[in-house]
């Protein structure tokens, strides 16, 4: 009988090893991934009035992970969305949103001549669209992601689109539009951090704040 105590005291002392050892691995693998997620932050998010019109700019930081370089490296186009939501607050109510407006940045890598492009559209970038878009060439990497990143007085709609004597908020997205990756990469992107480009900012808006 001490015998059968005595081991199964051993064997319930091995089970808590061994779950003490798999929870720090599991922390161990959760710190790091959480240490290898690129960071992307929104700064200098301010909106203005120029006439009649609402401009909005802002900075997005990000690194692009070794991951994302090497498919753009191979030719395959990176979309970046940047989305505004502006809503009017309702007490007695869920806010009401009254203007909405994308741009969509497509980022890609030209082999034969070593040359970066990037388009700017108001909607989804199609192949028969490209020639509609605005379209920049860059000759590095750096200098592309640094006119993606910035968005300078972008018209995000007009003072008479809203009664601004009423509380509003503007509300900023950007991210790295997974959805039009060629599938392959959509599934074989799934759950992988370096991989997540996104952020968000929000700003009260009064007639004040766009002086």
């Not at 693998?29 to 009649?52: K, Q």
């Not at 994308?102 to 001549?113: D, F, I, N």
């Not at 750096?142 to 509300?171: C, M, N, P, T």
């Amino acid at each position: 009988m001490t015998a059968f105590i005595t081991h199964c005291l051993k064997s319930a002392r091995l089970d808590l090893i061994g779950l003490l050892v798999c929870a720090c691995l599991a922390w161990s693998y959760g710190s790091a991934a959480r240490a290898e997620a690129p960071v992307t932050e929104v700064s200098a998010f301010r909106l203005e009035r120029e006439g009649e019109a609402i401009l909005l700019s802002a900075n997005v930081k990000f690194e692009l992970s070794a991951a994302v370089q090497d498919a753009l490296f191979k030719g395959v186009p990176m979309v970046f969305v940047a989305e505004v939501d502006t809503f009017r607050e309702r007490w007695y109510w869920t806010n009401k949103r009254v203007l909405s407006a994308e741009r969509h940045m497509r980022l890609a890598y030209q082999p034969l001549t070593r040359r970066w492009r990037l388009n700017v559209a108001s909607g989804l970038i199609t192949q028969a669209g490209l020639a509609l878009a605005l379209n920049q060439s860059f000759d590095s990497l750096s200098d592309a992601l640094a006119a993606l990143q910035r968005l300078s007085r972008w018209k995000i709609g007009d003072i008479s689109d809203q009664d601004l004597e009423q509380r509003h908020y503007v509300e900023f997205r950007f991210r790295l539009d997974m959805s039009q990756l060629p599938r392959p990469f959509q599934i074989g992107t799934l759950g992988q951090t370096d991989w997540n480009i996104a952020a968000s900012s929000s700003q009260a808006l009064t007639l004040d704040s766009l002086k």
